[in-house]
Nanobody
Framework: QVQLQESGPGLVKPSQTLSLTCTVSGGSITTDSWYWSWVRQPPGKGLEWMGFIGYDGSTGYSPSLKSHTSIARDTSKNQFSLQLISVTPEDTAVYYC????????????WGQGTQVTVSS
C-alpha cells in the first residue's frame, strides 16, 4: 500500500519561500510510470494542479506557476519536494502530494494534505 505524507511549515510570511516535502512509503519514487505531483486547494476554490516530478526525474509545471515553482526529489529518502518562491496571501491553501499512474491515467494515491497560510 503506497502512502504519501506531506510535511512543512503551516505559516509562511509574504515574500518568503514555501518548502514542502512529501515522504512516500510502500513504493519507490523511481518506479516506472509513476509521476509525483503537487496539487493545492485554496479556501473556497477547486483543486489546482501545480506540477510533477516523474520516476525518471522529468518535471512539468503549471504555466501559471512555472516562474516561481520548483519540484525536486531525494531518491535516497524516497521523498519529493515543492518550493514556491515569493509567496503571497493568494498562495494560502491546503497542499496535497499525489501519485499519478501513467498506465491508468489516474491519481490513485494522495496525501492527507497540509494547510499552509501565508500571512504576516
Amino acid at each position: 500500500q503506497v502512502q504519501l505524507q506531506e510535511s512543512g511549515p503551516g505559516l509562511v510570511k509574504p515574500s518568503q519561500t514555501l518548502s514542502l516535502t512529501c515522504t512516500v512509503s510502500g513504493g519507490s519514487i523511481t518506479t516506472d510510470s509513476w509521476y509525483w505531483s503537487w496539487v493545492r486547494q485554496p479556501p473556497g476554490k477547486g483543486l489546482e494542479w501545480m506540477g510533477f516530478i516523474g520516476y525518471d526525474g522529468s518535471t512539468g509545471y503549471s504555466p501559471s506557476l512555472k516562474s516561481h515553482t520548483s519540484i525536486a526529489r531525494d531518491t535516497s529518502k524516497n521523498q519529493f519536494s515543492l518550493q514556491l518562491i515569493s509567496v503571497t496571501p493568494e498562495d494560502t491553501a491546503v497542499y496535497y502530494c499525489a501519485r499519478f499512474y501513467d498506465s491508468s491515467k489516474t491519481y490513485d494515491y494522495w496525501g492527507q494534505g497540509t494547510q499552509v497560510t501565508v500571512s504576516s
